[in-house]
């Protein structure tokens, strides 16, 4: 019985338990360099079985091979994590003295159990998509966008914060997650989107007499209710569309917050700054460095993708509304993930966690600003006619004419 390939992986991501609880108990595989050089070897030896695995059926996609072993490297965080709040005992002991001593930060806890339960779900995800060659693109630049967004926190953050000068070897193995999402985002990015271009003359004409006597060759020969849909869709001010409006004033809402979160963190000295930072999200001033880290990336980065998200929502035909849309959904879902969690995790030492007197406004205003890109991408995932690109009129003219 041939199992399907995502349950192979599963079980074979499971594996890594038993890699870690050798590596525990084994002392000469403690040292740092020891620690490189078994991680390195690693990578190369699952991407090794899984290319003989079905080197009779090679994948299409060499993102099959990313996915299986950072599906492999997943189980060895979220054992970490669980490690470190008490669930389990005896796998990771050894890593936190001598591989990278800032995982016991309560960032790092909320990081490894994202990338163990989410990630890990989204590459097994992906992997049962190309084996039944079911769209995965969106699904892809969603994990890309937390991928990249997660190592552009932790790579940094841990140089900068109080554990720089604590750094071991081991710490350059999460270079390839970094690399791997950014190379698997630019890869998913040049693929071409499954939906066709809207050419506006044939929505416009009207439906043919008799059904054609062959099938033609080109969608833009079709009237379709869908493309007649985007028509009037894209007719709409977005007066007209109280959804996009909604999403409008939350992308408004986001932006004046990252900005003043931004100026938090760089030590505004208005007195508005102060309160917050004090008295609401002490967390911002922890000395690990990842929630300032966080903040500046989405003051630099962050920001100007909700003005170009609010641009997008008010002019018909951004296509590119349908990509960056979920890749950002996906980085702030995880940064959001990492930074509430820590802000109220017990590793966090007391003073720098969310007073219990403002709690609930604080936990509420972020899962809104975590809620604002999730609903973003999903209104343009789920209804992308807005956003699909006009054909020129004489451009489909000319289509028409050779089918």
């Avoid at 969603?142 to 841990?158: E, N, Q, R």
Wanted: with cysteine; net charge positive.
């Amino acid at each position: 019985m041939n199992l399907p390939q995502e349950i192979c992986v599963f079980f074979f991501s499971m594996s890594a338990l038993g890699v870690l609880y050798v590596m525990n108990n084994i002392a000469a595989f403690q040292e740092p360099l020891a620690i490189l050089a078994i991680g390195a070897a690693l990578s190369g030896a699952v991407v090794l079985l899984a290319f003989l695995s079905v080197r009779h059926r090679p994948p299409k996609d060499l993102l099959f091979y990313l996915c299986v072993e950072f599906s492999f490297a997943s189980v060895m965080k979220l054992t970490s994590a669980l490690e470190q709040d008490g669930f389990t005992r005896g796998f990771t002991e050894f890593y936190q003295r001598t591989g990278e001593p800032y995982m016991v930060t309560a960032y790092a806890i909320m990081m490894c159990y994202w990338d163990g339960v989410v990630h890990f779900l989204l590459y097994l995800l992906l992997l049962r998509r190309m084996s039944r060659t079911a769209p995965y693109r969106s699904a892809g630049l969603f994990w890309a966008g937390s991928c990249f967004a997660s190592m552009a926190v932790f790579i940094p953050g841990t140089v900068i914060g109080k554990y720089g000068s604590s750094t071991h070897p081991a710490s350059w193995l999460n270079g390839r997650f970094l690399l791997g999402a950014a190379w698997a985002g630019l890869s998913l990015l040049r693929r071409p989107r499954e939906l066709p271009p809207v050419a506006v003359d044939v929505v416009r004409a009207a439906a043919p007499a008799r059904p054609p006597t062959r099938r033609p060759h080109s969608a833009l020969s079709l009237v379709s209710s869908p493309r007649m849909q985007a028509e009037r869709e894209q007719r709409k001010g977005v007066l007209s569309r109280p959804v996009d409006l909604l999403l409008t004033l939350l992308l408004l809402a986001a932006m004046a917050f990252s900005a003043f979160r931004g100026l938090v963190v760089l030590d505004c000295p208005l007195d508005s700054c102060f309160t917050y930072i004090y008295g609401y999200e002490p967390y911002l001033k922890d000395p690990v460095g990842y929630p300032r880290l966080t903040m500046l990336l989405f003051l630099f980065y962050g920001l100007p993708l909700m003005a170009a998200f609010v641009y997008g929502l008010w002019t018909p035909g951004c296509a590119w509304m349908l990509d960056w849309t979920v890749l950002f959904a996906g980085a702030v879902a995880q940064a959001q993930w990492c930074h509430i969690g820590a802000s109220l995790h017990m590793r966090t030492p007391y003073t720098y966690r969310t007073p219990e007197e403002t709690w609930w406004p604080v936990v509420l205003v972020n899962l809104l600003y975590t809620a604002t890109p999730l609903l973003l991408a999903y209104r343009c995932v789920r209804r992308p006619a807005f956003f699909v690109k006009s054909v020129p009129q004489g451009e489909a003219t000319q289509a028409k004419k050779n089918d």
